[in-house]
């Protein structure tokens, strides 16, 4: 049952991420099931999340296929090392901050990515402001999203 609940929660987040924009700006919501399997269930279960997810992100995307693997592998192995509460006690602003933080390096991570093997997708100044506003959108998240050791 486990796992029916976490792809009926990639599909709603791939679902919701291609409808929902603020500001022109698609939300990357993608990376909150894969932070979440990081900071719930460690570091082995986050990159994987993280490469499945990327995987099928990249595969929809018809670019380079490998981006977002590697952006999402990231996010889930570094969500689970560093918030997991093995080297920071977590709280609510930890947890924004955090998923705030993974949004915008794998958002700029995917971006320079594409520069380097593919052809630059946007301009610089234009992934930055996505970044930032992907960043400050997953934030919310952040609140909601805790380890399973939380108090």
Same mark, same amino acid.
């Given at each position: 049952?486990?796992?029916?609940?976490?792809?009926?929660?990639?599909?709603?987040?791939?679902?919701?991420?291609?409808?929902?924009?603020?500001?022109?700006?698609?939300? %990357?919501?993608?990376?909150?099931?894969?932070?979440?399997?990081?900071?719930?269930?460690?570091?082995?279960?986050?990159?994987?999340?993280?490469?499945?997810? *990327?995987?099928?992100?990249?595969?929809?995307?018809?670019?380079?296929?490998?981006? %977002?693997?590697?952006?999402?592998?990231?996010?889930?192995?570094?969500?689970?090392?560093?918030?997991? *509460?093995?080297?920071?006690?977590?709280?609510?602003?930890?947890?924004?901050?955090?998923?705030?933080?993974?949004?915008?390096?794998?958002?700029?991570?995917? $971006?320079?990515?594409?520069?380097? $093997?593919?052809?630059?997708?946007?301009? $610089?100044?234009?992934?930055?402001?996505?970044?930032?506003?992907?960043?400050?959108? %997953?934030?919310?998240?952040?609140?909601?999203?805790?380890?399973? %050791?939380?108090?």
């Amino acid at each position: 049952m486990s796992y029916l609940l976490w792809a009926v929660a990639i599909f709603a987040a791939f679902f919701f991420q291609e409808r929902v924009t603020l500001l022109g700006v698609i939300p %990357n919501l993608t990376l909150l099931p894969v932070y979440y399997a990081g900071i719930r269930y460690g570091e082995s279960r986050g990159l994987l999340a993280g490469v499945l997810t *990327g995987y099928l992100q990249d595969s929809m995307s018809h670019t380079l296929l490998g981006p %977002n693997i590697l952006s999402k592998a990231m996010t889930g192995f570094f969500s689970a090392l560093f918030v997991s *509460g093995r080297y920071f006690r977590w709280t609510v602003l930890l947890g924004i901050c955090a998923v705030s933080a993974m949004t915008f390096a794998e958002s700029m991570l995917v $971006f320079f990515l594409r520069t380097i $093997f593919d052809k630059m997708p946007m301009q $610089f100044s234009e992934a930055l402001f996505i970044s930032v506003m992907q960043a400050l959108i %997953n934030g919310a998240g952040g609140v909601l999203l805790r380890p399973e %050791n939380a108090d």
